[in-house]
């Protein structure tokens, strides 16, 4: 009897651990543009559909207004703003595809310029075959320190250009 009550609080203990998972599981996906594009997917069809049945609608009441058929006295769903709605959708949808493409160009340049891992000295036993030796690394490291001094000297170049011509030619 006693290993009946256990076991009740055991599998609450890991539906309890389960639920936590799955919830920073979602917050993580919610996140991640391409799962959020994925999600979002489904609403524009929707607000498309929306917007199909609406300006159906409007049209089918604006013939019968110009046929003389009917007054204008019956209230009809606004096109406006479920156009509106729809373009908020695919500007949503936009910013998930941009956010996408931004990390994955920062994944590929990441890659590019600092391909492989610099075996530690911590763990001498776990050297990997795709880690670099100790001396490309520092290659590597200074050349990306030349690279951002000649940014930085271009910047203040040019911002000494703009300074310049920012005060009268007799002054210089």
């Given at each position: ?7 009740p609080?055991g599998?609450s203990?890991?539906s ?6 799955q919830?920073?599981?979602?917050q ?7 799962h ?5 997917i489904p609403?524009?069809k929707?607000s498309l559909q929306n917007?199909?049945?609406?300006a159906s609608i409007n049209l ?14 019956a ?15 695919c500007?949503?949808l936009?910013l998930c595809l941009r ?6 160009s920062?994944?590929?340049?990441s890659a ?8 530690t000295?911590?763990?001498p036993?776990t050297?990997q075959?795709e880690?670099m ?5 520092l290659g ?5 320190i030349s690279?951002?001094k000649?940014i930085h ?9 703009i ?10």
């Open positions: 009897m006693a290993s009946q009550q256990h076991q609080v599998s203990c890991q309890a651990s389960l639920q936590q998972q919830l920073q599981l979602s993580q996906q919610d996140f991640d543009p391409v959020r594009f994925k999600m979002l609403q524009l929707e917007l199909m049945k609406i089918s009441h604006n013939t019968t207004i110009d046929n003389g058929v009917k007054s204008s006295d209230t009809v769903p606004r096109f406006d703003k479920s156009l509106e709605e729809f373009y908020a959708l500007d949503q936009e956010l996408a493409y931004e990390c994955l920062q994944s590929i340049d590019k310029h600092s391909p492989n891992l610099v075996p000295a911590t763990k036993d050297v075959t880690s030796s100790y001396s490309q690394y590597m490291i200074k050349s990306q690279c951002a000649d000297n271009a910047l203040l170049e040019c911002s000494k250009k300074a310049g011509k920012g005060q009268p030619p007799g002054i210089m």
